[in-house]
């Protein structure tokens, strides 16, 4: 598992240095990236108790990763990063611990690169349309095809989750299916699976990832 995330990332930092992508905040988007847009498909990364946090006994790790799950996935701030890192690093009888605070960092890792994707195309439809919708019209068919290439893989990174992976599951579609909505609100006749996007990306969150940092 931790393997297909590494490759994932690494994956996605390639496409994303090879069509020149240009970042969120930027205004435009390279014409060459939703000609060819392919996404590489995904893989859960850690498993745990279904209604609960791998068990961990490690202070230090126990703190890393309640953080780490605590924030937005649009970007790890160094802060986080460097708490994990020595987490990681340390020496400690918490093997498990370290290892799904390993793998919770790499599915991490790869949010923050598929987000930038998802941001990159609701600009290039905000490109097309206008600031308030001037130039709506057809969709052109190479930006429709990267939309449901994108919605393709998003759907098969969560079916991807074991039924003992759920506090994993619903972190990831609270990240990236809020950015999925926004594209779905931009599009109409994009097809009736969309509905399986539902608002916030979540399915029955019971309660906020916030409330992992107390």
Known sequence: MAT???????GLCTLRSTLKLRPPSSTKLSAAFVRHCRFHPFAAAVSSNISQLPVITDPD?????????????DEIPDSVINE???????????????EALTNV???????????????SLRMALDDLCGLSGENVGR??????????????RY???????????????????LEL?????HLKMRCSGIGSEWGKVTL???SGLSGSYVELRS
Not at 89 to 96: G, R
Not at 113 to 118: I, R
């Open 4 to 10: 297909s995330s590494t490759v994932f990332v690494r």
């Open 61 to 73: 790790i126990e703190a890393a990763m309640k953080d780490l799950l605590a924030i937005n996935w």
């Open 84 to 98: 994990t890192k020595k987490a990681l690093s340390k020496t400690t009888e918490d093997k498990v611990g370290q």
């Open 105 to 119: 960092f790499r599915a991490a890792e790869a949010s923050v690169e598929f987000s930038g994707v998802l941001v």
């Open 139 to 152: 969709l052109p068919e190479h930006l429709e095809d990267a939309i449901r290439a994108a919605y393709k």
């Open 155 to 173: 759907i098969t990174y969560l079916d991807s989750f074991g039924p003992d992976e759920t506090f994993l599951r619903k972190k990831v579609e």
């Open 177 to 181: 299916g809020t950015k999925m909505i």
């Open 200 to 202: 916030l990306g979540t």
